[in-house]
């Protein structure tokens, strides 16, 4: 994957970037260890190898561009996301957001749903928000995945997003034994099972 910064007015973005074909940026999480590029590492080769950009982003103030002062401001980072389709010259993207990332997600397609053309929202944080900001109002294709047993944001919150989403699907993912530290709560760490959905959501794109 290429590695690159990208300097914006709300601080440096670090971007991994592969493939060619439709984009799909990748969006991570606020809290540690999952609040970084890698907590997509075993989706992005196969979303590559299936025909498509993979872009995933460290926002100004995490990853490898963490700071004392912590990271911007959920306001700063959604503007932060539709000022880098300009950047990276995106004109239409699916964007999947795990966490923080699914609330910026879905707060930047509520400002373009015209260069925004799909949601995946992984356990996305803003539930207690959906009832007074999103019925009706967010018409995009989207795909909500979450886990059973998320300790940060219970599995309950997806069918109040379904029905705040007209055009959505949900998918829960069961939790065992065996699989990958933080999979409850990160459920794009099962690899395959995960990437067995995911994938054929963006082609209907």
């Not at 306001?75 to 996301?81: F, H, L, M, Q, W």
């Not at 950047?87 to 795990?98: D, F, M, P, Y």
């Not at 009706?136 to 979450?146: E, R, S, Y």
């Not at 993912?173 to 699989?179: D, I, N, T, V, Y």
């Amino acid at each position: 994957m290429d590695s690159r910064t990208i300097e914006t007015a709300y601080g440096p973005v670090h971007a991994q970037t592969a493939g060619t074909g439709p984009a799909a940026i990748f969006l991570h999480g606020r809290h540690p260890p999952l609040n970084n590029w890698r907590v997509w590492e075993a989706n992005l080769n196969a979303v590559v190898s299936s025909g498509f950009r993979a872009v995933a982003l460290e926002l100004p103030g995490y990853g490898d561009l963490a700071r004392p002062e912590g990271g911007i401001s959920t306001e700063s980072a959604v503007d932060c996301v539709l000022d880098l389709f300009d950047r990276l010259a995106i004109s239409r993207t699916t964007i999947v957001g795990h966490h923080w990332g699914g609330l910026l997600a879905w707060r930047a397609a509520l400002i373009d749903s015209k260069r925004i053309t799909q949601l995946v929202l992984v356990a996305p944080e803003g539930g207690e928000q959906i009832g007074d900001t999103l019925p009706g109002k967010l018409l995009l294709p989207t795909l909500i995945l979450w886990a059973n047993g998320d300790p940060y944001f219970s599995a309950v919150h997806a069918a109040a997003f379904a029905s705040a989403i007209p055009n959505s699907i949900q998918h829960i993912f069961e939790a065992s034994a065996g699989q990958p530290d933080n999979a409850r709560q990160a459920p794009q760490l099962l690899g395959a099972q995960f990437n067995e959905v995911l994938i054929p959501f963006l082609k209907e794109g």
